[in-house]
């Protein structure tokens, strides 16, 4: 698990932070998506169904639904 935190977790929450600061939807659904996998296989829910859920607001066109997610996926990366 620690691997994930420094190959995929750490990397991957400083592009959504960007994405989020420039609202680069696309980019922010893009970085969740492969967040959501990595966090799939290894078993952290929480993070999985946040990326989920962040990729079905951008699916949907709730563009900015997508921001309200952030929060929770920024604390359920630091609890991770």
Known sequence: LA???VLSLNPMMRE???AVEERDYQRF???AHNLKGASGYVGAAIIHYTC???QQQFQEGN?????E???LLV???IEF
């Open 3 to 5: 691997k994930l935190e």
């Open 16 to 18: 959504i932070a960007i």
């Open 29 to 31: 659904k893009s970085k």
């Open 52 to 54: 989920y859920h962040i």
């Open 63 to 67: 563009l900015e639904n997508m921001l």
């Open 69 to 71: 997610f952030y929060p």
């Open 75 to 77: 604390e359920a990366s």
